[in-house]
């Protein structure tokens, strides 16, 4: 496995690792990771060699002086890059913002804020950048975790580092990313951020990582007038819903109020009605309207539950759905949390689930379940049945209005759109033929 600092920008002071030791005690078990890079120092230090040794300097005392107080505890460095570890991904999200404008006001050597790369630059509300311009990744999860005998130093290795590290590379100097997983964590604590700026990305590929990864750029409150170039990675297409055949004409209301239960909050929305109702069909358009909309950060992905039986079949049909490989080598998690774990990363994320009303049973261990631990995704899901599920709100879908014997074929299409089905099979309506 390479190294995650391998992948740093410039060779530093030296190229040695620099180290200090740590007065706080190496977290573990679920670990926060911060990595930190210097843009454009490979062009500083061959421009201003001098200036850059004395802001190195300038630069650690910077990212350490905040390290104790918010509980960071340093891994490594190497050239100008920082790896820090948190048990708190508040503290370590708080650590980069307080960084940020510190690094600011820092007194950094007049030969080089003459350069390009570390120059003054201002504003609507003042100075957005000075001196060294440092991008940050934040993600979390579980790494393996080894003590060092000789020196009691601890380092972490593992799939977390390595996601952690390109989410890192992934952004600008001066941006702070945090991984979807990571700001599961950290939302419902924007006064305690002191009301940063937050702005969902998206998901992104990153280089050597299997899954995608789901991006957040968080700004101190003082820093909102930066403006950062596209990521240096890939965004992914967000979502897949099947297309629809022919128009789907009516269902407005329902259409009105899907959105109005997104909008209020609503977590799992259930189209409820006997089969043949039209609650796929008003599902799917609902799925495509979101979907071009682009409204969904993390995407709106839809997927069918005809042929389910067991929790093994529902998560097997959603993670061909969204992309999940729901087996990988070292990795004993349960399919269901490995889904759940996998939307928490896509952050706002709409997954549709058609047909569930012979599975209902198995709901709790796997909707349920995902509810919990992704806590921005939201559900929409077609059923003859209620869920029961908490919080569960249902919209009950109206039968169509079987016409009289002798209506004329106008009168029958208006009785087709009162239902919504399709403008070019009305007599197909499941109410009319039933």
């Not at 007049?110 to 991008?135: F, K, N, S, T």
């Not at 590290?165 to 604590?189: D, F, K, T, Y």
């Amino acid at each position: 496995m390479v190294s995650p600092l391998s992948t740093m920008e410039g060779p530093g002071f030296g190229g040695a690792p620099r180290r200090r030791s740590s007065t706080v005690a190496a977290p573990t078990g679920t670990v926060v990771l911060v990595f930190t890079e210097v843009q454009g120092s490979t062009r500083l230090w061959e421009q201003c060699s001098g200036g850059m040794r004395a802001a190195l300097d300038i630069h650690d005392r910077v990212l350490r002086a905040l390290l104790a107080e918010h509980g960071g505890y340093e891994v490594k460095t190497q050239g100008d890059s920082f790896m820090v570890a948190f048990p708190s991904a508040v503290e370590a999200v708080c650590w980069c913002l307080r960084t940020q404008q510190e690094l600011l006001r820092a007194p950094w050597p007049e030969e080089l804020l003459a350069e390009p790369d570390a120059a003054e630059e201002l504003g609507p509300g003042g100075c957005v950048y000075r001196g060294l311009r440092v991008r940050m990744g934040v993600h979390l999860g579980e790494p393996e975790c080894r003590l060092d005998a000789q020196t009691g130093e601890v380092d972490y290795f593992g799939r977390v580092v390595n996601v952690a590290a390109r989410v890192a590379s992934a952004g600008q100097g001066g941006q702070v990313l945090v991984s979807g997983m990571a700001w599961a964590r950290v939302e419902g604590e924007l006064e305690v951020l002191g009301r940063p700026r937050v702005h969902a990305l998206g998901e992104y590929h990153l280089q050597g990582v299997e899954e995608a990864v789901s991006l957040v750029e968080v700004l101190p409150a003082a820093l909102v007038g930066r403006r950062f170039e596209a990521l240096r990675v890939q965004r992914v297409l967000r979502g897949h819903v099947p297309g629809e055949t022919g128009e789907l004409i009516g269902r407005q209301e329902e259409l009105a109020e899907l959105r109005r239960c997104f909008d209020s909050g609503a977590r799992l929305v259930t189209l409820l009605g006997p089969g043949g109702m039209g609650k796929s069909r008003l599902a799917t358009r609902f799925g495509n309207l979101e979907l071009a909309a682009r409204t969904w950060e993390g995407g709106v992905w839809m997927c069918e539950l005809t042929d389910a039986a067991t929790v093994g079949d529902i998560c097997h049909a959603v993670g061909q759905a969204l992309g999940v490989a729901l087996t990988r080598s070292g990795e004993d998690s349960e399919p269901a949390e490995r889904l759940g774990r996998a939307l928490a990363g896509r952050g706002d994320v709409l997954l549709i689930v058609d047909n569930v009303e012979h599975v209902i049973q198995h709901l709790p261990a796997t909707l349920g379940r995902w509810r919990a631990l992704a806590p921005q995704a939201r559900f929409l899901v077609t059923s003859r049945e209620s869920l029961l599920l908490p919080e569960e709100r249902v919209i009950d879908l109206e039968p169509l209005e079987v016409p009289e014997e002798g209506e004329t074929c106008k009168e029958l299409m208006a009785a087709a759109m009162r239902c919504g089905c399709s403008s070019s099979a009305p007599g197909r309506c499941a109410a009319a033929s039933s």
